[in-house]
Structures are given as structure tokens and as C-alpha cells.
């Protein structure tokens, strides 16, 4: 473990980092003046524009996520609609509903086949 030499200078050492010369301690500071930040305003202008970009996209790209989501709901609906009115269509249009319907009009189904009518031409007679 350690000795009670060692515990001492342990100790010992934050105090010598006051005392090291003023070249040293700005060693350790992060090294950003306005000479610097103006030299290299374009490039931050430019890190802050594609930034504003690609926040940009990705709103557009929710915005027609969720639109697309939503048209495909509304082509369900109104495939089902379709659906459902289309076999309304055919249940309707059958001869037995057909006749139901015109009954209350007076009209009937035939009971005999269709005749055809033949007009004779003028001439023959």
C-alpha cells in the first residue's frame, strides 16, 4: 500500500501546481480569443447553415411521413366504401329485389316470354 512518504507528496502536489510559472498554467486553458472567432466566423456560418438544414429536412420529412400515412388510411377507407357499395350495387340489382321494388308501382314480372312484334313493309300488303 501506500507509505506515509508517498501520502505526503501526494498532499504536496496541489499546492505546487500554484506555484508553476504563468506559461504553463495557460497551457490548460482553452485557447479561444476574438481573433480567432472572427477568422473562423464563415466556417461557423456554415456549420450553423447546414445545421438549420438538416433540422429543416428532417421537419419536411415527418410532414410527408404523416401525410402519406394518412392518405393510406383514407384509400382504405374508400376501398371499403367502394367495397360495400358494389355488393350493395349487386344485391340490389337482382330480379327478385328488382321486382320488389317496382311492385309498389304497379308493374309485375312476366309470367309469359317476351313476343316479338313484326311490322309488315308497306309493299306486301
Request: net charge positive; hydrophobic share 40%.
Amino acid at each position: 500500500m501506500l507509505q506515509e512518504e508517498d501520502i505526503d507528496t501526494i498532499q504536496e502536489s496541489p499546492a505546487e501546481v500554484n506555484t508553476l510559472p504563468p506559461e504553463q498554467r495557460k497551457e490548460w486553458r482553452l485557447r479561444i480569443n476574438y481573433r480567432a472567432l472572427v477568422q473562423n466566423m464563415p466556417f461557423i456560418g456554415f456549420l450553423s447553415l447546414l445545421a438549420l438544414i438538416y433540422i429543416a429536412n428532417s421537419h419536411l420529412a415527418e410532414k410527408k411521413i404523416r401525410r402519406i400515412n394518412k392518405l393510406g388510411k383514407e384509400i382504405k377507407e374508400l376501398k371499403w366504401e367502394y367495397i360495400n357499395v358494389k355488393s350493395e350495387l349487386m344485391f340490389r340489382s337482382k330480379m327478385s329485389e328488382v321486382s320488389k321494388s317496382v311492385e309498389p308501382l304497379g308493374l309485375k314480372q312476366l309470367s309469359s316470354p317476351p313476343q316479338k312484334i313484326v311490322l309488315k313493309k308497306e309493299t306486301e300488303k
